[in-house]
Structures are given as C-alpha cells and as structure tokens.
C-alpha cells in the first residue's frame, strides 16, 4: 500500500493555491477586484495578518480556495474541503452536529459539545461554536481560507490547531443575478439562486442568494425499507451594505438554515473494513447468538452488510429513527471605519442554534439503546459576540501596528432522553449468562434470560448456576446462586428506562486584549509579534430525570456482597456485572432531585513571533514560533460523575458522596509551535514549503470505549513508565507532576505549488507529511494521573484520523471552442490518503487502508459566463472507506464494532446560469 501510495503521489497535481485573508470583504473592496481582475499567474493579495499583503509577503502557512475550484470540485460545505486542503480532514459521526474538523492531524471529536473545536470555524467573521455548526450549505462564496498551526492572536477565538475561515460573495453595486439546478443520482435535487444590486439611489446595495437539497439516504433499512443519511435542507442569506462616506461603509448579514434529515446510520464492521475484524461478526463469538436470540431474528437479517459493508444495508429497530431536525440562524454587522490614523473594524453578531436527534443508538435490531425523536435529546448554543480592531502605521511605516478587543457570551444546552431498549434487559441477562459459559442454556423471553426447568428431565438454568456456585453450608452465612439468579431476575427487567430529561447547561463568558504588530528591522527582514491575553468563565449546572428504579433495587442487594458485608460463592465479578449493567453510564433514579452547579476560570497569555526575510522581491523565508490554547471545560455526560474506572455506581444510603462534579472538568489545552517556511512567485508558478513541530499539553480526548464516553487530558511523562500506561490497571503508570511533558507531538513538512505552463491550462501540488503522535509514555492529566485503561493502545502511536501522508491535486483544462463564442471545461482533482486508524483508543479494529479519492468535471459554456452545462462525478471510482469506526454500543465481551461510512460514488448534471 505504501508503495501504491508513493506512486500515486508522483502523478498528481494539486488545487492547493494558498492564500488566506481575515476580515469579511466590504463591497469596494469586490468592486475593486473585479474592475482589477487578473490572470491566473498574477500575484495573490490577501489580508492574512489584518492588513493588504500580496501573498509571498505572508510569513504564515495557509491554504486558500477560490469560488471557482469550490464549483470545480462540487464542495457546498466545509466537509468537501478534504479534497482541496491535504492538511485539513474534516468528519462527522453519530449526527452532523457531531462534525469534527482536523489540522496537521490534530482535532477534536465532536460527540461531546462540552469540547471546544480545536481547529475554529469563522463565517464572514463570526465563529461558530462548534465544527458541526458550520455543517451547512455555503450559498455564494468568495472564498475559504485555512489556517494551519495554533491561532491565539488575532481572531475572535482561540484555536490550538488552525482554523477555517469562509467569506461569503459581499453586495455590489453593479446588478447580478446567477441561478442553479442540478440533478443527480439518489434523486439528489439542489437549487440555488442569488441577486445582487443597488438599491435605488439610497447609497444601499443588496445581496440575497438561497439553496435548496433533496436528496436519498445512501443507507437502506433492510426491515422498513427507509432511507438513512439522506438530505432536507434548505438556506437563505441575505445582506446589506452602505457607503456612509468614502470613509466609512457597513455591512449586515443575516442567514437562516434548516435541516429534516435522518442521519447518522452505521454498518456492522467486516474484515472489509479492517483485517482485524475477522471472526468478529461470526457465531463463534458469544455475543452474536445472544444478538440473534433477543432480537428473534435470523442471522442474515441482522447483518445484512456482512458480505459487503459498502453495500450500506442496514437493519434498525422497527420504530426506531434517525430524524432530526437543525435550525442555525443569525445576524452580523461589520462596520469599516477610516479614522485618518488608523483603520477602525467592528464585528458584532448574535447567533442561535438548535439540533434535535433521534437515534437506534446500538445500530442493530435489537432494542438495546435508543434516543426518541420528541425534542429531548437536543444541543442549542445562543452566541453573542463583539470584536474591535484598529489598525494602522507609525514611524513612516516601519511599524506597522494593529490592536483589538472581543468579547464573547455563549450560552450551551443540552438534554438527553437516552434509554435502554425494550430489548436491553433480556440482553444484558444474556449476555452475563454467555460470559460464565456460552453453552448454558438461555431463553431470552424468560425472566433472567433463565431456561426454565421440566421436572425429571432439566434442572433449568437455574439449577445448573447453583451448582456451578453451590451454597457451602446451607443456611450459614455464605450464600450460592441465589442472589445471582435473583440479580439476573431484576435485571432482565431493565426495560425502556433511563433518561426521560435530563438537561445540562453551560454559560461562557470569554474576554481577550490582543495586538499584532509587523516591524521593519532592516531592509529586507521584518519582525512579527503578537500577543493576546483571554480570560474565560464557564457556569454550569445539570438536573435529571431519570426512571430506571432497578439500579438502586440491584445495588441495595448486591453492594453488601462487594464490601464484605454479604458472602457468595458466585465470584464478585459477577457481581459486580450484575450492578454495572444495571446501571449502565449512571443511569439511576438516583439522580433525580440532583442539581448540580459548579463554574470554572482561567486566563492564558497566548501569541507568535515571527521573523522573516526577503533576499529578492519574489521569495520569502520565515521562522517562527506561536502558543496557542484552546479553553478547558465540562464533560457534559453523566456517566463521568463517578470517581474513575471501577468505582462504585453511588452509595445507596447517600448518592451525594458518590460522586464529585470535579470529575466533569477537563483542563484547557496549550500547544507550542515552531514553524519554517519558504514562498516563491515566478511568472508562471507559484511554490511553497513549511517544516513544523507542535507540542501539545493537556491534549483534550474524547473517545467510546462501548459503554460510556470518556474525556481525559492526555499528557507525556520524562520517565519510562515501564509499560505501566499499556497494562489496562488504573492504578498504575503515575508520573510525578514536575516530570509531567507534552503529550501529543505534531511535525512533518507541507508542499504547495500551482502552475500555469500554457492559456487555459492550471496545474498544482499540495503535500502534507504529518507524523502527529502520543508520547511513548503517557499520563491523564497534568498531575501525572495515570491514563485511563481504555486509552492503553495509546502510547507511541499516531492519533486517530492522522495520515502520515496526503496529497491533494487537481488539473483544470478550459479551452476555446473554436470561434464559437463558447469554451470546454475539463477539470479533475484527487486526494491520496496513507493508512490511518479511524477510532481514538486506536484498537486495529477500527484500521483504515489508504486509499484515493477522484473527482471530475466535464462541461461548456458560453465566455461571458452567461450559461454553463457540466456533467460530474464524485468519488467516481466508488472508493469505499470509513470515517470512523468504534465500539457497537454494549455488544461484548467479545466486542463488536461499527462504522460511519464515506458517501459513496455520486453523479449528476448542473445548469447554471449568471448575469
């Protein structure tokens, strides 16, 4: 596969043009580009560090994609930007909410919203609180910018990882209007429209633009016949813009997106997907049987993708769903303000969001564990945000000067209705039963998943256990079976309990004071400094509503028999089963009446310096350095209110002392970045080149061991641990808190370059080699707490979703069609992946093979653009490979597992038009 890959990457030729630029685009500044507008090989302008810069200028690394390789390339939301940007991947999971967005392989799985996105989403200058709310569709766009590397400086919010940065198309004064209508398979219908213009003679102009999808799932219920991962949505933007005077301008957005789609489904994972999986979905493995059995369903029927998981069969509970609907909704002013000494910009915005799911949480037929679609399970973020800059020159313009404030209010909530299936107490009881030997009898319809006896003929499995933990002294103080089989009684009556609403909340506050300044030092060598101070609150406070009454029942029998106060021959592990999957993620009675509140603070000082030197007007060499950091936070997830792995549940008597809201936090994450660069821009080809090392500490975790989500701050340790990290005990692998050192190191080196060797003909390259890696010994926090077991595979490895090696590129022909008046389109772009592991505990499960990507465009047009007929395809070689894969929901010891798929081969046709 390597070889393969190497090959591959000798062949292509990549999109990746870079640029980037901060602020949002003012209406003079689109009418001054396009009364401006260039060749392809004229110098790049941005305004990457607050100011007009041409690109070769830009000591920084970046990655920039037009309007038009956008629509060259089908990309209508940040997802589809993979294959534009080889450092970047974004993904998402069990919902869109869940989108999760990766720089330089480092990122942050967005199950949990209590995480903040290490790599920040900006659209026309507002941030979006998490990567999954800008899942949507773009409308009109001028261009999306990358960032790569820690941002603690000049924007609105701190990012350890970089940042995606999407300028929408600004009003103009000059009137247009564009429409477009594609067809395609999956009956895929998109329309979208825009006008733009003045508005009368009120120094107003105008820009609205809306986009309309349907489209069929591309997974198939095998037992209802619906379609999964499927697309309802439509978006409507529109703006204003006002020249007050030749000084100042403003311009107010307002957008509103809604979705009614059912999504996320998974298949079972094959050998297909990873080697590793063989044998795992076979009936030699206790846990399939006992699926089969409680679901009352034939072999085939439960896995229908056994053969072929690309085949996208699935078979969900019947009743259950994956609907959901999004609402995002928001306003924004900008106002541009030239105060003769300086450049005054302001930012002000308020933003809602909203995302309800329903869920067949186990993915199976089996009823095991399932969210409703009644509103309960839900995240909603309401934003509000104020960003100040000034900028401007001193010392006849050798300093080059800027300074800012922001300010920002989130408020974050969530509920949860998540709740054991109709199936889930004949299953936990099965499943126990398989775990002593998967030859004793069952009957999942029975209570306790007990065989019943025949008298004369068959103890019953009742009667097998006693004698398998016979009573040694009759009616003396050790007891056999009895509390067993009575505990597997109890629990075969978890049924459709849990979560009826619970909700948790988290207010933020977040204040910063930044500056960034650019001095000449020397002809030739400018010197960068930025530094910026943020000081962040965060509130929060959960309550619940909780129904299952079997925990506390099973725990007020069983607990005597762990802490000594009861004996049984039936060994504590047992038990202890017998409690646990009772009360499965905290989910108790218990709970309610619990109103927990807590709040946390911190301040970092984060920033870059940077020093560059340009021995010639077309090349630039840069060295620098930057700290970054992302906020520390709660873990917004019940089952990490516990003291650690093998606590007990709560205390019976006083469920208060059981459990410590401190458990919820997380630390914030800081990085240390050094970066070396090169940028050339000759007539016909531009090239540049970046070597970078990152240090994480406190790296933020989020991963599913099967039962519950964990979240853990991931540190290194100077000392060998010895293997005491790897050994699956928690009480091992502690490091001393002044030997404590960054847990996660990300270097390697970037390539870009585009060609234009003849008219009409545009070529590139974009590389990223990344060796983004876990400390060889690790620690949970930055105390020197020992890692948790289920991160065991951790150590030394790379992370999750971080290929060493990625190239991206594109060719794009557009000749003259004679002297017809029309022109050719021919455009092709690819993306070559190495191997990579799919799930954050990186068992070899969860393996993904690398693979390569392939889009294409063929069309015609008339040369004033007034028309335009493309036919293309999308992962046209019908590449199948998954996004990431994790533990099937409870369905061990012998575990199973699953996997969100990547969108299959898609084609269609688009008409579009534009005067």
């Known amino acids: 596969m390597r070889k393969n890959l190497l090959l591959a990457t000798a062949a292509v030729a990549a999109i990746a043009t870079p640029a980037f630029a901060q602020d949002a685009e003012t209406p003079t500044d689109v009418a001054d580009n396009a009364a401006d507008e260039s060749p392809a090989n004229a110098p790049i302008v941005v305004v990457a560090q607050g100011r007009e810069q041409r690109l070769i200028d830009v000591p920084i690394a970046v990655n920039a ?68 709310v800008g899942l949507n569709e773009l409308g009109e766009i001028e261009r999306v910018e990358v960032l790569r590397g820690p941002q603690g400086t000049l924007f609105g919010r701190n990012a350890s990882a970089g940042l995606i940065n999407i300028i929408s198309r600004a009003p103009d004064y000059t009137p247009e209007f564009n429409a477009e209508a594609t067809y395609g398979n999956y009956d895929h219908i998109r329309v979208a429209a825009g006008a733009t213009g003045p508005i009368g003679n009120s120094g107003l102009a105008y820009r609205i633009d809306g986009v309309y999808v349907n489209r069929d799932g591309f997974y198939q219920d095998t037992l209802s016949g619906q379609d999964v991962n499927d ?23 307002g957008d509103y997106t809604r ?23 076979d009936l030699t493995n206790p846990i399939i049987p006992v699926l089969l059995e409680v679901a009352n369903v034939s072999y085939d029927t439960y896995f229908p993708s056994r053969n ?46 909203r995302s309800e799911q329903g869920t067949d949480t186990d993915y199976g037929v089996a009823d095991i564990l399932y969210n409703a679609d009644n509103g309960e399970n839900f995240r909603s973020f309401q934003t509000f945000s104020q960003e100040l800059r000034l900028q401007g020159e001193a010392f006849d313009g050798r300093l080059d000067w800027l300074v800012g404030g922001y300010y920002a209010h989130e408020e974050l909530d969530t509920g949860s209705n998540l709740r054991f299936g109709n199936d889930y107490g004949a299953f936990a009881s099965c499943r126990l039963l398989a775990t002593i030997n998967p030859g004793l009898p069952r009957a999942a319809a029975a209570p306790g998943c007990l065989a019943p006896a025949i ?7 009742a009667g097998i256990l006693s004698g398998i933990f016979p009573d040694p002294d009759g009616a003396g103080p050790i007891q056999g079976a009895a509390p067993f089989i009575d505990g597997l009684n109890r629990l075969s009556t ?17 204040f910063a004071l930044f500056t960034h300044n650019i001095f000449e030092i020397a002809d030739g060598f400018d010197l960068t400094v930025g530094l910026r101070y943020t000081t962040e609150s965060k509130d929060f406070s959960a309550n619940f509503n909780n129904d299952n009454t079997i925990c506390p029942a099973q725990q007020a029998a069983l607990l005597p028999f762990l802490t000594g106060a009861a004996q049984t021959t039936v060994p504590s592990s047992l038990i202890g089963g017998l409690i646990a999957l009772a009360c499965q993620g905290n989910s108790t009675a218990q709970l309610n009446g619990l109103n927990l509140v807590d709040d946390r603070n911190e301040d970092e000082f984060t920033g870059t310096a940077i020093l560059s030197y340009r021995p010639v007007d077309d090349l630039l060499l840069y060295a620098s350095y930057s700290h970054g950091y992302k906020a520390g936070g709660f873990n917004l997830d019940r089952s990490a209110l516990t003291a650690g792995p093998g606590s007990v549940i709560f205390p019976v008597t006083n469920p208060a002392s059981g459990f410590s809201t401190a458990n919820l936090q997380f630390d914030a994450e800081t990085v240390d970045a050094f970066e070396i660069g090169a940028k050339y821009e000759g007539r016909d080809f531009t090239i540049s080149a970046a070597a970078f090392r990152q240090e994480f500490s406190n790296f933020q975790l989020n991963t599913f061991n099967g039962t519950v989500f964990i979240v853990q701050n991931v540190n290194g340790c100077g000392t060998d641990l010895g293997g005491a990290d790897r050994d699956g005990s928690a009480a091992t692998g502690a490091c001393a808190a002044d030997d404590v050192e960054p847990g996660v190191i990300s270097q390697g080196v970037e390539l870009e370059a585009t060609l234009t060797p003849a008219d009409y003909w545009r070529f590139g390259l974009g590389m990223t080699f990344a060796d983004t890696s876990y400390a060889n010994n690790l620690v949970g926090d930055d105390q020197g707490t020992p890692l948790d077991p289920a991160l065991r595979l951790l150590p030394g490895d790379n992370l999750s979703n971080a290929p060493e090696l990625v190239v991206t590129g594109s060719a794009a022909w557009t000749p003259p069609i004679s002297n017809s008046g029309l022109s050719a389109l021919f455009y092709v772009d690819t993306r070559v992946t190495s191997d990579y592991n799919t799930g954050s505990d990186l068992t070899p499960t969860k393996e993904q093979d690398g693979f390569v990507l392939v889009n294409a465009r063929v069309g015609i047009r008339d040369d004033d653009q007034l028309w335009s007929l493309e036919f293309w395809g999308q992962n046209i070689f019908n590449t199948g490979y998954s996004q990431v894969a994790f533990n099937s929901p409870f369905q061990a010891p012998a575990q199973i597992y699953s996997a969100f798929l990547a969108e299959p081969r898609t084609y269609g046709v688009t008409l579009r038009t534009r005067f």
């Open 455 to 461: 008298p004369g003929v068959f103890p019953g499995t």
């Open 259 to 281: 979705r009614e789609e059912n999504c996320c489904a998974a298949v079972y994972a094959t050998p297909a997907l990873a080697p590793a999986n063989a044998g795992l979905l």
């Open 308 to 353: 072929d998981p690309y085949e996208r069969d699935i078979a969900i509970t019947p009743g259950r769903t994956y609907a959901g609907t999004t609402e995002d909704y928001g306003v924004s002013l900008q106002a541009d303000w030239d105060l003769g000494f300086g450049q005054l910009t302001s930012i002000t915005a308020y933003r809602e969001y």
């Open 231 to 253: 697309r309802d949505r439509y978006f409507v933007r529109g703006q204003l813009a006002y020249e007050a005077s030749p000084d100042l301008e403003f311009r107010l957005i």
């Open 494 to 510: 978890v049924n459709d309990l849990g979560d009826v609403s619970s909700r948790y909340s988290q207010t933020s506050e977040n």
């Open 65 to 132: 994609v037009s309007a038009e390789s956008l629509q060259n390339s089908g990309a209508n939301d940040i997802r589809q930007l993979n294959q534009l940007a080889p450092s970047l991947l974004v993904s998402s999971t069990g919902s869109e909410a869940n989108g999760s967005a990766r720089i330089r392989g480092i990122g942050t799985v967005g199950d949990n919203p209590g995480l903040e996105s290490s790599v920040a989403v900006f659209i026309d200058g507002v941030y979006r609180s998490r990567t999954g």
